[in-house]
């Protein structure tokens, strides 16, 4: 079992920055390849960035290229979403996942979800 727990959202104004952080606690965090989801009210659950178990390769979805960082410590445990530029748009509710070994942008494919932090963008 891989417990998560996510961290950092709140209310900022389009253009600010917000870090997302997801603390993992229970199997060995390394074995683990590890997402970022958001789920907007109404609508699906989508894909945001996910990194691979060493954090050397990272995969983004469009609408957040060159603005979202994803990263890992796993020394700490901990997977971070750094997000600059935002946009009312990017208003949601934002999980993090893990699954074992190979990451996937494909959300049915994760098997642990942390709760989610709220994340509002006002215009």
């Known amino acids: 079992q891989v417990q998560l727990v996510e961290s950092g959202g709140g209310l900022v104004q389009a253009g600010g920055s917000l870090r997302l952080s997801c603390a993992a606690s229970?199997?060995?965090?390394?074995?683990?390849?590890m997402g970022w989801f958001r789920q907007a009210p109404g609508k699906e659950r989508d894909f945001v960035a996910t990194?691979?178990?060493?954090?050397?390769?990272?995969r983004y979805a469009e609408f957040v290229k060159g603005r979202f960082t994803i990263s890992r410590d796993n020394a700490k445990k901990t997977v971070y979403l750094q997000m600059n530029s935002l946009k009312p748009d990017d208003t949601a509710l934002y999980y993090c996942?893990?699954?074992?070994?190979?990451?996937?942008?494909?959300?049915?494919?994760?098997?642990?979800w942390g709760q989610g932090t709220q994340v509002t963008v006002s215009s």
């Open positions: 996942a893990a699954r074992r070994a190979f990451y996937s942008v494909n959300h049915h494919e994760y098997d642990y």
């Open positions: 229970g199997r060995t965090f390394s074995n683990y390849a």
């Open positions: 990194i691979s178990v060493y954090g050397g390769s990272t």
